[in-house]
């Protein structure tokens, strides 16, 4: 069974860092080739994308336009965990975060279970 664990979270001011993790065991038939995005949500909004990274091959990544620049996501294959730095805090990304594995189009997502991120102006 594929899991997905987030931590890294709390609670920092305005300018602060935050690095998140995202460690994954398990795996299935649908789980020879994914990639690891974060995603996060906001109380009263929807889940929005945040980074996306390829854990195979070049390791291309993806970003948010709110976050280009800001954050940096990674992957370290040994850990099987993928990273998500942040930098440059804004009371904006206060959120959860939370993990996702993106499999094929015949496989289902996986998600994690979050991770709370408060930031304070």
């Known amino acids: 069974q594929v899991q997905l664990v987030e931590s890294g979270g709390g609670s920092v001011q305005t300018g602060g860092s935050l690095r998140l993790s995202c460690v994954i065991s398990?795996?299935?038939?649908?789980?020879?080739?994914?990639?690891i995005a974060w995603h996060r949500q906001a109380p009263g909004k929807e889940r929005e994308f945040v980074s996306r990274i390829a854990t195979s091959g070049d390791g291309s990544t993806t970003y948010a336009d709110s976050v280009k620049g800001r954050f940096i996501i990674s992957r370290d294959i040994a850990k099987n965990t993928v990273y998500l730095q942040m930098n440059s805090l804004k009371p904006e990304d206060t959120a959860m975060y939370y993990c996702?594995?993106?499999?094929?189009?015949?496989?289902?997502?996986?998600w994690g279970q979050g991770t709370q991120v408060t930031i304070s102006s």
């Open positions: 996702r594995m993106i499999t094929s189009k015949l496989c289902p997502d996986y």
């Open positions: 398990g795996s299935s038939a649908c789980t020879t080739k994914y990639d």
